[in-house]
């Protein structure tokens, strides 16, 4: 299943053709600025800056289903992210994860790779998925799971062609 098959606005407008990201480690993210999670955009873009060099990038996609923890146009999220926590990897206009109105790529992710116990859907703000230089979903994270605790896995990828 090719997930970076598509093309998504980023918060500035300008339309990001995800398949732009093959052959690069890709970490994507369903973000928001008012959620207990909002302080692992710190870990994020530390990774981001570690790795980046190797062939890391990571994708934030913000998103307001849960709790309307992302209430902010797009000024303001990119604001936000910026001054409080230095965000410098692509962060897209805010999505819809679950239900009808589900972006393409979350449904495709979520086929890709179930979450416990089988479902679909996205249970909270910061769910992640890593794929490998092919564009494979080769794991879904949790919420809880915290940014520094994928660096093995993301290392491991980086390692590999």
Known sequence: ????????????????????????VV???NTASQCGFTPQFKGLEELYKEYEDQGLVILGFPCNQF??????DSGEIGAFCEKNYGVTFPVFEKIEVNGTAA?????DLKKAAP?????????WNFTKFLLNR???VVER?????????LEASIKELLSRD
């Open 141 to 149: 994270y949790a919420p809880t799971t915290k940014p520094e605790e």
């Open 27 to 29: 970490l994507i993210v």
């Open 134 to 136: 092919q564009g494979e």
């Open 103 to 107: 972006a393409p790529l979350y449904q």
């Open 67 to 72: 709790g309307k923890q992302e209430p902010g």
């Open 1 to 24: 299943m090719d997930v970076l098959k598509y093309e998504m606005p980023l918060l500035t407008g300008e339309v990001q053709s995800l398949a732009d990201y093959k052959g690069k």
């Open 115 to 123: 979450g416990l116990m089988g479902t679909k859907n996205i249970k």
